[in-house]
T-cell receptor, first 116, second 117 residues
Framework: GENVEQHPSTLSVQEGDSAVIKCTYS??????FPWYKQELGKGPQLIID?????GEKKDQRIAVTLNKTAKHFSLHITETQPEDSAVYFC???????????????FGQGTILTVHP | NAGVMQNPRHLVRRRGQEARLRCSPM?????VYWYRQLPEEGLKFMVY????????ESGMPKERFSAEFPKEGPSILRIQQVVRGDSAAYFC???????????????FGSGTRLTVV
């Protein structure tokens, strides 16, 4: 089955700096890669996702890059703010064409702390 | 437009009791997924259901755990004869039938935190 490794486990940055979280996956059939933000006591919230036919996707201060050959993908947060502090999870899934079934395999999570 | 609703938010059970966790998917979503999160770990897939059908239960322990998604009413994750190792946060997610092109369209609930004492 799929295995997703996420690094680093903790990341501490100063407000305004950039933060990068990296993930690798094992199953070359995986074609969908979402990133989730989880705040204390809450469920994971989707912040950005990318499909395997795209190399990069950006949404304001957040961007995700995908390298299919190397089987790794990364989350980039620019101009970090204290409210970005949370646990971030990467995940990988195989979507069979035409269905919405996507069992997600999650990374172990990264605790991001942004210091004011 | 209510999101995925899970209840209860917190559940305390003594060893040997039964735990029932409920999940109401978002309106229009017909697919439900259950995940378990142990402390300081990522989420682990347990089971995927459509209305009245279990599609994939490969992540569910073979004993004591069961799940259903009836034609009417919420999805239920049932844990019989709970043990301390069942203490975790259990999250439900739902998605629509059709892909939007933006991915699976997963929406997670806020979870049920089960504590077995």
């Amino acid at each position: 089955g799929e295995n997703v490794e996420q690094h680093p486990s903790t990341l501490s940055v100063q407000e305004g700096d950039s933060a990068v979280i990296k993930c690798t996956y094992s199953d070359s059939a995986s074609n969908y890669f979402p990133w989730y933000k989880q705040e204390l006591g809450k469920g994971p919230q989707l912040i950005i996702d990318i499909r395997s036919n795209v190399g990069e996707k950006k949404d304001q201060r957040i961007a995700v890059t995908l390298n299919k050959t190397a089987k790794h993908f990364s989350l980039h947060i620019t101009e970090t703010q204290p409210e970005d502090s949370a646990v971030y999870f990467c995940a990988a899934s195989t979507n069979a064409g035409g269905t919405s079934y996507g069992k997600l395999t999650f990374g172990q999570g990264t605790i991001l702390t942004v210091h004011p | 437009n209510a999101g995925v609703m899970q209840n209860p938010r917190h559940l305390v059970r003594r060893r040997g009791q039964e735990a029932r966790l409920r999940c109401s998917p978002m309106k229009g979503h017909s697919h439900v997924y259950w995940y378990r999160q142990l402390p300081e770990e990522g989420l682990k897939f347990m089971v995927y259901l459509q209305k009245e059908n279990i599609i994939d239960e490969s992540g569910m322990p073979k004993e004591r755990f069961s799940a259903e998604f009836p034609k009417e009413g919420p999805s239920i994750l049932r844990i019989q004869q709970v043990v301390r190792g069942d203490s975790a946060a259990y999250f439900c997610a739902s998605s629509p039938l059709q892909l939007t092109g933006q991915g699976v369209g997963y929406t997670f609930g806020s979870g049920t935190r089960l504590t077995v004492v």
